[in-house]
Every structure is written in C-alpha cells, then in structure tokens.
C-alpha cells in the first residue's frame, strides 16, 4: 500500500529540497500559532515541528490511514539568543550585523507522524544542528543584501542558498539544513518506516 506523503510547511523551499530526492507529496499548511515551552534550541525545534504536524493531522477529521505528515521548524541561534524573522529592513540589518564576522547554529527540528492503514500514529521527533561561520561585513554589505527584501522571510535574516553565499565562510554539518530541510537525513527516516 502506497502511502500519502503530506508536508505541512508553507516554506518554498522545503517543497524543493523534498521534490529535489524524488519524494512525492502534498502541501498542507498549518494556520495554528505556535507557541512552544522549551528554552533548549534542540527542544524548541522539537515543539514547534511536532506542533506543526500534529496542526495538519487534525484538520485532516479522520481521512488519515497509511498517511505520513512531516513537519519542520528552523531557528537560528547567537549566544543563545533566537533569531527569527526580522520584523523589518532595520531588524534584518540589526540581526546581520551581529552574525558577521561569528559562528552560530541553524537547528532545525522534523517531526513524521507514520500513520498506519488503522489510523495508529508513530511518531518521530529530532533536530540537526549546522554551525555556520559568517565572514566579516561592511555596514555597505549589510545595507545592500537587506535593500535586495531576501533576508525578510527568514530566519537569521539570511538565506544561505542565496545571495548570502557570499559572505559565508564554512559550515560544520549538513548544508541543506540550513537552507531548512536535512533532506538525507529525512529521507533516512521514510526509508526506515518503509516509504522509499
């Protein structure tokens, strides 16, 4: 039995990064607010991932046999202060200028929900870390990169696979965490629960 794969992100890139291993899947979106409890990075990804599949698998009302739900939350993190989206150009610029010239970790936790042809649900939760080093940048950089609107949907207020590339200096881990997806590592999971 061929199961339906649902990713519940509105992120355009998650959607590439899954298409991009073959899988095949639907979007479903989550309206819910998140909140979430946990101070640990790792945890909070946690949360908020398993809180996004857990939105999805709700509004399903019962069409939910042999159905997996993946979901996925990213964060970046600077001496233990989370930076999300910026909330406008000054935001963006205040969040860059303390990241240039540093390292700090993007963590990004998934959540599957396996749900079996009757309706049992498994679930499996964790984050992956990337360390990511920044180089230096002039206030000129900071101001241009955020004039180009990239950093105003994102977390960190960069996007690594974008213009940005050129002010990262290395990664530690997996890149396309980063981008917000740990693909391979995914891809692991749907392996295990016999998916792929």
């Known amino acids: 039995m061929k199961k339906r794969i649902i990713l519940g992100s509105a992120s355009p890139r998650r959607s590439e990064l899954l298409a991009q291993i073959g899988v095949e899947f639907e979007v479903r ?3 819910k607010e998140e909140r979430y409890k946990s101070s640990i990075p790792e945890e909070i990804v946690k949360e908020l991932s398993l809180m996004k599949a857990e939105n999805v698998a709700s509004e399903l009302e019962g069409d939910i046999e042999d159905t997996v739900i993946i979901g996925a939350d990213t964060i970046v993190v600077l001496d233990d202060e989370i930076l999300g989206k910026p909330s406008d150009e000054e935001d963006a610029v205040r ?5 240039q010239g ?8 998934v959540a599957v929900l396996d749900f079996g042809s009757d309706g049992k649900k498994t679930v499996i939760n964790y984050p992956v870390g990337t360390k990511v080093y920044v180089n230096a940048m002039t206030e000129d950089e900071i101001r241009a990169y955020v004039a180009t609107k990239d950093p105003l949907d ?3 207020a ?5 213009r940005f590339a050129a002010y990262i200096d290395r990664i530690d881990g997996d890149y396309y965490n980063v981008v917000g997806l740990p693909v391979s590592r995914v891809y692991q999971t749907l392996k ?5």
């Open 158 to 162: 960069y996007g690594i696979q974008g």
């Open 102 to 109: 540093r390292e700090h970790w993007v963590y990004t936790g």
């Open 154 to 156: 994102k977390a960190g």
């Open 192 to 196: 295990e629960i016999g998916i792929k």
């Open 29 to 31: 979106v989550s309206v």
């Open 95 to 99: 969040m860059l200028t303390c990241l």
